[in-house]
Nanobody
Framework: QVRLVESGGGLVQPGGSLRLSCVAS????????MGWYRQAPGPQRDLVAT???????NYADSVKGRFTISRDNAKNTVALQMNSLKPEDTAVYYC?????????WGRGTHITVSS
């Protein structure tokens, strides 16, 4: 089993910045993808950004140029630096780690972008 714990959510004004962090613990497999997904009110959980253990990144078009994902393989952590936040970024953000059929999720952290 793998446990993921997110931190760093909260309320921020439009145009502001936040940094999310996630630490993974447990039976972590060496080659994996870590990342962030988000879910606004409704059933759909959308990709925000992912990063492989070799450092390859992938971003949703809506966050390119504003968000930056990074990871520390030695510490089993992944971070998401979010700049120029918009009201439409409001959602619950979930940390993710996966490799093939093995996928784990954090419990989520709320971000509200509002004036």
């Amino acid at each position: 089993q793998v446990r993921l714990v997110e931190s760093g959510g909260g309320l921020v004004q439009p145009g502001g910045s936040l940094r999310l962090s996630c630490v993974a613990s447990g039976s972590i497999f060496s080659r994996n993808t870590m990342g962030w997904y988000r879910q606004a009110p409704g059933p759909q959980r959308d990709l925000v950004a992912t990063i492989t253990s070799s450092g390859s990144t992938n971003y949703a078009d809506s966050v390119k140029g504003r968000f930056t994902i990074s990871r520390d393989n030695a510490k089993n952590t992944v971070a998401l630096q979010m700049n120029s936040l918009k009201p439409e970024d409001t959602a619950v953000y979930y940390c993710y780690i996966g490799a093939g059929a093995r996928q784990y999720w954090g419990r989520g952290t709320h971000i509200t972008v509002s004036s």
